[in-house]
């Protein structure tokens, strides 16, 4: 069973999300913030991280992403990014996404969060299930 940890501070979502993946036959652990994120990454090594770009305890998801990519126990994990901040600050993830741009992750999820979309790029990391 494939596991997903997601880190995100908003309560609601992280449960929606657990039960969508759990269906489909994910294993899911999460954390509310950032320094709890990168802990739980190092002792679980996850399959994916789902990441929210604005988190709490003065770490966004930016600098969590960095800090992943930077250790070489968590830099081949794949980092999927969620954000509302495309419509807020018109910065396009896509073309930013990876080693060649600013934002350190592997593909992104907008928000308010879409179901199927979200499924779709866990599949296209860890497969069907």
Do not use: W
Request: with cysteine.
């Amino acid at each position: 069973m494939a596991k997903i940890l997601i880190i995100d501070d908003d309560p609601d979502i992280v449960e929606s999300m657990r039960v969508v993946l759990e269906s489909h036959g994910y294993s899911v652990s999460s954390a509310v913030n950032g320094p709890e994120g990168l802990k739980l990454a190092l002792k679980e090594n996850p399959g994916l991280i789902i990441l929210d770009v604005m988190l709490p305890e003065g770490m966004d998801g930016f600098e969590v992403a960095r800090r992943m990519k930077g250790d070489p126990k968590t830099n081949k994990i794949p980092i999927l990014m969620l954000t509302a901040i495309k419509e807020k600050t018109g910065l396009d993830f896509q073309s930013e996404l990876g080693e060649g741009g600013r934002i350190p992750a592997d593909d992104y999820c907008a928000k308010p969060l879409d179901h199927d979309a979200l499924l779709r790029k866990v599949k296209k990391f860890l497969g069907s299930k």
